[in-house]
T-cell receptor, first 115, second 112 residues
Framework: KAGVTQTPRYLIKTRGQQVTLSCSPISGHRSVSWYQQTPGQGLQFLFEYFSETQRNKGNFPGRFSGRQFSNSRSEMNVSTLELGDSALYLC??????????????FGPGTRLTVL | TQLLEQSPQFLSIQEGENLTVYCNSSSVFSSLQWYRQEPGEGPVLLVT?????EVKKLKRLTFQFGDARKDSSLHITAAQPGDTGLYLCAGNGSGNTGKLIFGQGTTLQVKP
């Protein structure tokens, strides 16, 4: 079974631009969560989608948004990029999400650099 | 707010030594996962512990979940250079949610 895939793997943008990242979950998984990883803050939860609905959201500004399609693939968008948005963006999928043991399987991430 | 504190943050040891990484919280977690991450890659799930007092072994790695489900530990016996990486503990957020709360991580370097 193929793992979680994320595209693109690397991205360089300038301040003020917007960016869209894509995530394809493991086949059969219906929950997709997004995380931001930085050296200073570690892994921080952005949001989770389940059956095309945002089920939970972390403490990030409204510039960060996402969506999920009927095939469970997900995209996240960051508008008006800031230097501080430079990070590794990780997508994780799980079978249902929210189970008593929430095992999530991560993709390789998208390294975003904002200049 | 649920928080997980990991210690130590950095660990540099010689091949063959033993080590323990701790993950502590004041909150109860319904489950806790341990991940290992290599530079430029996503975290890889090592184990999930669910029951208080549970002990799981994965070759030279031993994982324990505290009786009160507020803490966990990872013990590595006879560490090898291949064990080098970032070790992360993550707890299930409260409620029916797909949110994982991560500790800050422990960077382990095993020197040959």
């Amino acid at each position: 079974k193929a793992g979680v895939t994320q595209t693109p793997r690397y991205l360089i943008k300038t301040r003020g631009q917007q960016v869209t990242l894509s995530c394809s979950p493991i086949s059969g998984h219906r929950s997709v969560s997004w995380y931001q990883q930085t050296p200073g803050q570690g892994l921080q939860f952005l949001f989770e989608y389940f059956s095309e609905t945002q089920r939970n959201k972390g403490n990030f500004p409204g510039r960060f948004s996402g969506r999920q399609f009927s095939n469970s693939r997900s995209e996240m968008n960051v508008s008006t990029l800031e230097l501080g948005d430079s990070a590794l963006y990780l997508c994780a999928s799980s079978l249902f999400g929210g189970a008593s043991y929430n095992e999530q399987f991560f993709g390789p991430g998208t390294r975003l650099t904002v200049l | 707010t649920q928080l997980l504190e990991q210690s130590p943050q950095f660990l540099s040891i010689q091949e063959g030594e033993n080590l323990t990484v701790y993950c502590n919280s004041s909150s109860v977690f319904s489950s806790l996962q341990w991940y290992r991450q290599e530079p430029g890659e996503g975290p890889v799930l090592l184990v999930t512990v669910v029951t208080g007092g549970e002990v799981k072994k994965l070759k030279r790695l031993t994982f324990q979940f505290g009786d009160a489900r507020k803490d966990s530990s990872l013990h590595i016996t006879a560490a090898q250079p291949g064990d080098t990486g970032l070790y992360l503990c993550a707890g299930n957020g409260s409620g029916n949610t797909g949110k994982l709360i991560f500790g800050q991580g422990t960077t382990l370097q095993v020197k040959p």
